[in-house]
DNA sequence: CGGGGAGGTTAGCAGCCGTTTACCTAGTCG
DNA sequence: CGACTAGGTAAACGGCTGCTAACCTCCCCG
């Protein structure tokens, strides 16, 4: 039996291409529907709203965000492995997923009062893996430098989907390599 | 006599303020009038539509984006200057115009067709001066791969919005260092 | 002094869009 | 076989929102 994408998922997918691509206020529901061959009012029947579609999506994609990224670092045996490792799970991630990407990036601001909570506090974690991260291989780095330069790296690496020139080994690998010299600047400079 | 900030200007700040925090569609044209202490259709004295605020501002800042990187790039004596110029150049208009660079990464989708096709020829403009300037200094960068770069740099600074922790020299600094460091990879590794 | 334009105001319309309702099928299962 | 459920449809409603209309007031200038 192959994995069978359970019609949620078809539309939760179908809905964050469109909303990555027009912004969740310039999407109807029935261009949702109609990307997923139903038409209109019929996504009723797999969610409660509008606004629960974009809060399942972002939860879920900061969750998976987050797990990954707790394990990878979990799973490496030095700090400078752990930093590439988490270079390299967020370029996948950011390059399998631009649609998602994208929308977390952009579209926090349209999410309901108790969404936008529960996602801030898993983005906030997550955060906080990059910033330990950095600070064990960059000493040098006090707390609030080291979250700037998390979102720093974030911006660079997220920057993928608006630059789809090089197929998708070249596109990692430059990323990758941006995102690690741009976290060691004072190691090679005299 | 000072230099007065002529209405329609207090309007276009107030309005970008507005749409970097939430979203074109998410802000009234009421909204904008009470940011400015007026209220509603009284907006239409100054602008043709809402569409039009946006297409004003973001060709606006486009061509000070294209006009001062080219200014600076004519500017320099060396290509490592001239990179470094643009880098400087970019990181003052982001910290001193988080709105505005907001605005320009996230809604360009809701501009008006023409007023979409102007903006992007703009940038296109403004991604080229930085891919001659980067491959000038990168010489192993092939044009593709330094477009890819140009966007992940332009990703980098413009996350500044995201992160007010640092003050803003600090915070220019370490944007300038990530960013060169990251363009200059091959340096240095063996 | 008197009239015209610049820049406000409020009231109201028109259209879009998220959501609800009522209804219609297929399967599934006791 | 009969009934319940999952999933779809089209029609209608209601509120929000961009924009227009009609009107009002300064202020400047001949």
Redesign the pocket.
Known sequence: MAEKPS?RDQILTAAAELFARHGF?G????DI?AAVG?????L???FR???AMLGEMLTSISERLLDGGQARVDAASSPDEALQALIGWHVDFALDDPALITVQMRNLANLTDPDRRRVRALQRRYVEVWVETIRRTVPDFDEPTARAAAHAVFGLINSTPHSAHLDRDQMAALLSRMALASLTPAVVTS
């Open positions: 019609r206020h999407v109807g529901i029935d529907g139903i038409s209109g009012p019929a009723y029947r797999h709203s509008k606004d």
